[in-house]
């Protein structure tokens, strides 16, 4: 094994350790928490040895470096999730391999998704991005949209062609009301993903959860975690 290798299957044994405590201390079956490695600025390479030791969703947060990234690892068995903030003139690329785009907060976007999704012959499937420190009818400052336009933004998708609702993400805020009280946002972003259930009973994904945090959102009843740098290691830097 490489030293890559075994940097890389230590660092997720460890993550691996910490999903499972957080699934134990909260009656949760490990089952239930689906980790998904965000590979951001890191090579291919890092793609193909995560999949070699078992990894099945990655995750990335620029075009850019998505598009020949997931092209590059083509051949594995992998789902690819979008988790960045999306411009809409980046829509056809990222539906050429996305399998998941995390981050839909505008009606915009949702065009620009479901025409893409329509040309490339391909389903997206979608989740709302709710931004806990957005006011009413503005965008958060890391991207989503205010909780009151989730149900609006849900429906869109699942009438949109090429696009299915699968659920929804937050990230914890930096700023507002929720601001150093991630289990709180995290619990928060739960309750919405109950409401969205009642008129969307198969949009059961609740993505939340990073790094520094995965316990509470374990702990909230987050269904994904997205873990970068606890498996990767410090983010090489940008060029």
């Known amino acids: 094994m490489t030293d890559r290798k075994s940097e890389l299957a230590e660092n997720l044994a460890r993550v691996e350790e910490r999903i499972s405590s957080a699934c134990a201390a909260a009656g949760r079956a490990r089952d239930e928490v689906t980790l998904i490695v965000v590979t951001k600025t890191h090579p291919a390479s890092d793609v193909r040895l995560l999949a070699e030791l078992g990894v099945r969703h990655v995750a990335e947060n620029r075009d850019q470096d998505a598009a020949p990234k997931a092209a590059a690892c083509a051949d594995l068995p992998l789902t690819w999730h979008f988790v960045g903030q999306l411009q809409t003139n980046k829509a056809r690329s990222v539906a050429g ?72 993400m937050t990230v914890a805020p930096l700023v507002g009301p929720y601001a150093g009280r991630e289990r709180a946002a995290f619990e928060r972003l739960v309750e919405l993903s109950s409401r969205l259930r009642g008129d969307h009973p198969a949009a059961t994904m609740v993505s939340a959860g990073m790094s520094a945090d995965l316990e509470e959102a374990v702990a909230a009843g987050a269904t994904h975690v997205r873990v970068g740098t606890a498996v990767l290691g410090a983010r090489p830097r940008l060029g």
């Not at 949702?110 to 503005?138: K, N, P």
């Not at 400052?141 to 699942?158: I, K, W």
């Open 97 to 168: 391999y996305a399998h998941v785009v995390q981050s839909v907060d505008r009606p915009r976007l949702v065009t620009a998704l479901s025409a893409a999704a329509e040309q490339s012959g391909r389903e997206l499937g979608c989740l709302v991005q709710i931004a806990l420190d957005a006011e009413s009818g503005e965008r958060g400052s890391r991207g989503g949209a205010a909780a009151e336009q989730l149900a609006e933004l849900a429906d869109l998708v699942a009438g949109a062609p090429g696009l299915r609702i699968d659920g929804v």
